[in-house]
Protein backbone atom coordinates (compact mmCIF):
# COMPACT_ATOMS: atom_id res chain seq x y z
CA UNK A 1 0.00 0.00 0.00
CA UNK A 2 1.32 3.38 -0.74
CA UNK A 3 0.42 4.42 2.89
CA UNK A 4 -1.70 3.41 5.75
CA UNK A 5 -4.92 5.58 5.04
CA UNK A 6 -8.22 4.38 4.10
CA UNK A 7 -8.20 3.82 0.57
CA UNK A 8 -4.74 4.22 -0.44
CA UNK A 9 -3.78 2.65 -3.68
CA UNK A 10 -1.57 -0.48 -4.06
CA UNK A 11 2.17 -0.68 -5.73
CA UNK A 12 2.41 -3.94 -7.14
CA UNK A 13 5.75 -5.43 -8.66
CA UNK A 14 6.04 -8.64 -10.46
CA UNK A 15 9.17 -7.74 -12.53
CA UNK A 16 10.74 -5.15 -10.50
CA UNK A 17 11.10 -1.31 -11.65
CA UNK A 18 10.55 -0.62 -15.14
CA UNK A 19 12.64 1.58 -17.80
CA UNK A 20 9.86 3.52 -19.22
CA UNK A 21 8.18 5.12 -15.90
CA UNK A 22 5.36 2.88 -15.32
CA UNK A 23 6.05 -1.10 -12.98
CA UNK A 24 2.50 -1.49 -12.70
CA UNK A 25 1.14 -4.88 -14.41
CA UNK A 26 -1.60 -5.84 -16.45
CA UNK A 27 -5.05 -6.53 -14.55
CA UNK A 28 -7.22 -8.60 -16.25
CA UNK A 29 -11.21 -9.50 -14.24
CA UNK A 30 -12.47 -11.87 -16.89
CA UNK A 31 -10.38 -10.42 -19.75
CA UNK A 32 -11.12 -7.18 -18.70
CA UNK A 33 -8.62 -4.54 -18.28
CA UNK A 34 -9.19 -2.32 -14.97
CA UNK A 35 -6.67 -0.02 -13.72
CA UNK A 36 -6.57 -1.23 -9.89
CA UNK A 37 -7.92 -4.08 -7.87
CA UNK A 38 -10.15 -1.59 -6.48
CA UNK A 39 -12.83 -2.32 -8.83
CA UNK A 40 -13.01 -6.01 -7.72
CA UNK A 41 -14.71 -7.16 -4.56
CA UNK A 42 -12.47 -9.68 -3.31
CA UNK A 43 -15.74 -11.65 -2.28
CA UNK A 44 -16.37 -12.24 -6.26
CA UNK A 45 -13.18 -13.62 -6.49
CA UNK A 46 -12.66 -17.86 -7.97
CA UNK A 47 -9.08 -17.79 -8.77
CA UNK A 48 -5.94 -15.67 -9.07
CA UNK A 49 -3.20 -16.22 -11.51
CA UNK A 50 0.30 -14.39 -12.26
CA UNK A 51 2.21 -14.55 -15.16
CA UNK A 52 5.64 -13.04 -15.04
CA UNK A 53 7.84 -14.92 -17.93
CA UNK A 54 6.86 -15.46 -21.59
CA UNK A 55 3.59 -16.67 -21.01
CA UNK A 56 3.09 -12.82 -20.64
CA UNK A 57 4.03 -12.33 -24.35
CA UNK A 58 -0.11 -13.08 -25.32
CA UNK A 59 -0.96 -10.38 -23.58
CA UNK A 60 1.30 -8.20 -26.08
CA UNK A 61 3.35 -4.77 -24.99
CA UNK A 62 1.15 -3.74 -22.06
CA UNK A 63 2.09 -7.19 -20.53
CA UNK A 64 5.53 -6.37 -19.99
CA UNK A 65 5.01 -5.48 -16.35
CA UNK A 66 3.44 -9.11 -15.45
CA UNK A 67 -0.12 -9.84 -15.57
CA UNK A 68 -2.59 -10.81 -12.85
CA UNK A 69 -5.42 -12.46 -14.19
CA UNK A 70 -8.71 -12.52 -12.06
CA UNK A 71 -11.69 -15.31 -12.66
CA UNK A 72 -14.93 -14.40 -10.86
CA UNK A 73 -17.68 -16.52 -9.60
CA UNK A 74 -19.68 -17.83 -12.36
CA UNK A 75 -22.83 -19.63 -11.74
CA UNK A 76 -23.45 -23.39 -13.95
CA UNK A 77 -25.82 -24.07 -16.27
CA UNK A 78 -29.21 -25.83 -15.02
CA UNK A 79 -28.11 -25.36 -11.57
CA UNK A 80 -30.78 -23.72 -8.35
CA UNK A 81 -29.80 -19.90 -7.45
CA UNK A 82 -27.49 -20.29 -4.42
CA UNK A 83 -27.06 -17.24 -1.96
CA UNK A 84 -24.49 -15.90 -0.51
CA UNK A 85 -24.03 -13.19 2.48
CA UNK A 86 -21.26 -12.30 4.51
CA UNK A 87 -19.76 -9.50 6.74
CA UNK A 88 -17.82 -8.53 9.28
CA UNK A 89 -16.80 -5.15 11.48
CA UNK A 90 -13.87 -4.60 13.22
CA UNK A 91 -12.36 -1.46 15.44
CA UNK A 92 -9.09 -0.45 14.12
CA UNK A 93 -6.17 1.51 16.68
CA UNK A 94 -2.40 2.43 16.87
CA UNK A 95 -0.55 -0.71 18.11
CA UNK A 96 2.25 2.03 19.42
CA UNK A 97 2.72 5.61 20.17
CA UNK A 98 6.09 7.25 20.08
CA UNK A 99 7.56 8.05 23.22
CA UNK A 100 8.03 11.94 23.43
CA UNK A 101 8.81 14.57 25.59
CA UNK A 102 5.94 15.69 28.02
CA UNK A 103 4.93 19.25 29.11
CA UNK A 104 7.76 19.51 32.13
CA UNK A 105 10.80 17.17 30.72
CA UNK A 106 10.10 20.04 27.34
CA UNK A 107 10.73 22.87 29.67
CA UNK A 108 13.48 21.60 31.00
CA UNK A 109 15.34 20.59 27.96
CA UNK A 110 14.40 24.38 26.46
CA UNK A 111 15.49 25.51 29.48
CA UNK A 112 18.36 23.95 29.35
CA UNK A 113 19.59 24.75 25.34
CA UNK A 114 18.54 28.35 25.83
CA UNK A 115 20.74 28.83 29.19
CA UNK A 116 23.44 27.30 27.09
CA UNK A 117 22.99 29.56 24.23
CA UNK A 118 21.83 32.85 25.55
CA UNK A 119 21.77 32.52 29.20
CA UNK A 120 18.74 32.94 30.32
CA UNK A 121 16.19 30.22 30.22
CA UNK A 122 12.71 30.81 28.60
CA UNK A 123 10.30 29.25 31.02
CA UNK A 124 10.46 30.60 34.82
CA UNK A 125 8.17 28.01 35.55
CA UNK A 126 8.91 24.02 35.06
CA UNK A 127 6.03 22.63 36.44
CA UNK A 128 4.14 22.21 33.86
CA UNK A 129 3.09 18.44 34.82
CA UNK A 130 2.17 16.46 31.58
CA UNK A 131 1.03 19.03 29.28
CA UNK A 132 -0.63 18.21 26.19
CA UNK A 133 -0.24 14.95 24.45
CA UNK A 134 -0.65 15.68 20.74
CA UNK A 135 -0.83 12.01 20.06
CA UNK A 136 -3.69 11.21 21.97
CA UNK A 137 -5.75 14.26 20.72
CA UNK A 138 -5.13 12.68 16.76
CA UNK A 139 -5.29 8.65 17.27
CA UNK A 140 -8.52 7.51 17.33
CA UNK A 141 -10.25 3.78 17.39
CA UNK A 142 -11.72 3.86 13.82
CA UNK A 143 -14.11 1.22 12.33
CA UNK A 144 -13.92 -1.12 9.59
CA UNK A 145 -17.07 -2.90 8.09
CA UNK A 146 -17.93 -4.69 4.97
CA UNK A 147 -21.06 -6.45 4.01
CA UNK A 148 -20.64 -8.83 0.82
CA UNK A 149 -23.91 -10.30 -1.19
CA UNK A 150 -24.38 -12.69 -3.99
CA UNK A 151 -25.84 -15.34 -6.06
CA UNK A 152 -25.69 -17.91 -8.56
CA UNK A 153 -27.55 -20.03 -10.89
CA UNK A 154 -28.53 -21.04 -13.85
CA UNK A 155 -31.37 -21.96 -16.52
CA UNK A 156 -31.32 -25.06 -19.39
CA UNK A 157 -29.23 -22.34 -21.58
CA UNK A 158 -27.75 -19.94 -19.38
CA UNK A 159 -26.06 -19.05 -16.14
CA UNK A 160 -25.55 -16.15 -13.81
CA UNK A 161 -23.58 -15.16 -11.52
CA UNK A 162 -24.78 -11.40 -9.44
CA UNK A 163 -22.93 -10.02 -6.92
CA UNK A 164 -22.39 -6.59 -4.73
CA UNK A 165 -20.43 -5.32 -1.65
CA UNK A 166 -20.21 -2.65 0.58
CA UNK A 167 -16.68 -1.98 2.28
CA UNK A 168 -15.97 1.50 4.65
CA UNK A 169 -13.46 2.44 6.86
CA UNK A 170 -12.37 5.55 9.08
CA UNK A 171 -8.68 6.33 9.46
CA UNK A 172 -7.20 6.14 12.94
CA UNK A 173 -5.83 9.87 12.35
CA UNK A 174 -8.71 12.14 11.26
CA UNK A 175 -11.81 9.54 11.79
CA UNK A 176 -14.35 10.41 9.18
CA UNK A 177 -12.05 13.01 7.82
CA UNK A 178 -9.73 10.27 6.27
CA UNK A 179 -12.10 7.59 5.29
CA UNK A 180 -13.11 5.57 2.10
CA UNK A 181 -16.18 3.98 1.43
CA UNK A 182 -16.86 1.91 -1.68
CA UNK A 183 -19.56 0.27 -3.45
CA UNK A 184 -19.02 -2.33 -5.95
CA UNK A 185 -21.81 -4.44 -8.10
CA UNK A 186 -21.03 -7.41 -11.16
CA UNK A 187 -23.24 -9.34 -13.44
CA UNK A 188 -21.60 -12.47 -15.07
CA UNK A 189 -24.02 -13.75 -17.57
CA UNK A 190 -23.26 -16.71 -20.03
CA UNK A 191 -26.05 -17.54 -22.77
CA UNK A 192 -25.87 -20.46 -25.29
CA UNK A 193 -27.61 -19.13 -28.12
CA UNK A 194 -26.68 -22.61 -30.46
CA UNK A 195 -24.83 -25.69 -29.30
CA UNK A 196 -21.91 -23.73 -30.77
CA UNK A 197 -22.40 -20.22 -29.98
CA UNK A 198 -21.84 -18.74 -27.09
CA UNK A 199 -22.75 -14.79 -25.63
CA UNK A 200 -20.87 -13.74 -22.56
CA UNK A 201 -21.88 -10.92 -20.58
CA UNK A 202 -20.08 -9.02 -18.07
CA UNK A 203 -20.17 -5.86 -16.00
CA UNK A 204 -18.42 -4.36 -13.35
CA UNK A 205 -19.41 -1.13 -11.26
CA UNK A 206 -17.38 0.80 -8.58
CA UNK A 207 -18.60 3.32 -6.57
CA UNK A 208 -15.57 5.34 -4.21
CA UNK A 209 -15.55 8.20 -2.06
CA UNK A 210 -12.39 8.52 -0.09
CA UNK A 211 -11.34 11.68 2.21
CA UNK A 212 -7.79 12.23 2.85
CA UNK A 213 -5.38 14.24 4.83
CA UNK A 214 -1.93 15.88 4.21
CA UNK A 215 0.73 12.49 4.76
CA UNK A 216 3.81 11.29 3.99
CA UNK A 217 6.44 14.26 5.07
CA UNK A 218 6.94 17.99 5.63
CA UNK A 219 3.19 19.91 6.71
CA UNK A 220 1.57 16.30 7.12
CA UNK A 221 -0.63 16.10 10.20
CA UNK A 222 1.52 13.21 11.75
CA UNK A 223 4.78 15.67 11.30
CA UNK A 224 2.80 18.31 12.92
CA UNK A 225 1.49 15.88 15.70
CA UNK A 226 5.02 15.03 16.98
CA UNK A 227 6.98 18.50 16.57
CA UNK A 228 3.87 20.03 18.43
CA UNK A 229 5.24 21.30 21.56
CA UNK A 230 3.34 20.00 24.40
CA UNK A 231 3.66 22.81 26.33
CA UNK A 232 0.65 24.88 24.48
CA UNK A 233 -3.10 23.71 24.47
CA UNK A 234 -5.00 22.87 21.70
CA UNK A 235 -7.17 25.86 22.32
CA UNK A 236 -7.05 29.34 23.56
CA UNK A 237 -8.65 30.42 26.31
CA UNK A 238 -10.87 32.25 23.85
CA UNK A 239 -11.76 28.95 22.33
CA UNK A 240 -10.02 29.04 19.06
CA UNK A 241 -7.43 27.12 17.80
CA UNK A 242 -3.59 27.54 19.14
CA UNK A 243 -1.83 27.81 16.01
CA UNK A 244 1.73 27.56 17.69
CA UNK A 245 3.04 30.67 15.68
CA UNK A 246 6.53 30.28 17.21
CA UNK A 247 7.73 27.97 14.22
CA UNK A 248 6.55 28.32 10.37
CA UNK A 249 6.78 24.44 9.57
CA UNK A 250 4.53 23.20 12.76
CA UNK A 251 0.87 23.80 13.01
CA UNK A 252 -2.27 22.76 15.09
CA UNK A 253 -2.66 19.52 14.11
CA UNK A 254 -5.92 18.90 15.56
CA UNK A 255 -7.06 22.61 13.27
CA UNK A 256 -5.32 21.35 10.25
CA UNK A 257 -7.67 18.19 10.20
CA UNK A 258 -10.48 20.41 10.83
CA UNK A 259 -9.97 22.95 8.33
CA UNK A 260 -8.90 19.96 5.59
CA UNK A 261 -11.58 19.23 3.00
CA UNK A 262 -10.09 16.75 0.19
CA UNK A 263 -12.82 14.77 -1.25
CA UNK A 264 -12.64 12.38 -3.96
CA UNK A 265 -15.39 10.98 -6.17
CA UNK A 266 -15.15 8.26 -8.53
CA UNK A 267 -17.47 6.06 -10.68
CA UNK A 268 -16.01 3.19 -12.51
CA UNK A 269 -17.75 1.07 -15.03
CA UNK A 270 -15.79 -1.71 -17.13
CA UNK A 271 -17.36 -4.88 -18.77
CA UNK A 272 -17.40 -6.37 -22.18
CA UNK A 273 -20.06 -8.21 -24.64
CA UNK A 274 -18.47 -11.45 -25.90
CA UNK A 275 -19.59 -13.73 -28.61
CA UNK A 276 -17.80 -17.31 -29.10
CA UNK A 277 -18.21 -19.76 -31.75
CA UNK A 278 -16.45 -22.76 -31.55
CA UNK A 279 -15.81 -24.36 -35.18
CA UNK A 280 -14.32 -27.29 -33.33
CA UNK A 281 -12.80 -28.40 -30.34
CA UNK A 282 -9.58 -27.23 -30.83
CA UNK A 283 -10.48 -23.64 -32.57
CA UNK A 284 -12.89 -21.11 -31.75
CA UNK A 285 -13.45 -18.03 -33.01
CA UNK A 286 -14.30 -14.69 -30.72
CA UNK A 287 -15.65 -11.25 -30.84
CA UNK A 288 -15.31 -9.01 -28.00
CA UNK A 289 -16.16 -5.26 -27.26
Given amino acids: ?20 GDSAPLILVDGI ?47 KPKFEFGTYYGMQQTTK ?52 FGVTGGGENSSFSIGGNYFSQDGIVGGNKSSFDRYNARVNLVNSLTDKLTLSSVFLFTHEERKTLPENGLG ?52 KQEFEYKINKNLAFTNRL
Fill in 1 to 20: SGSGSPGAGSNIRIRGVSTN
Fill in 33 to 79: RVGDLSAINPGDIKTINVLKDATAGIYGVRAANGVIIIETKKGRKGA
Fill in 97 to 148: SLDLLNAAEYALVKNEMFIRGTGSPIFNNTDLKMGTNWQDTIFQNAPIQSYN
Fill in 220 to 271: SVLYNTINAFPTRDIRTQDGRYEYLLEVNDIINPVAQIENTHNNALVNKLVG
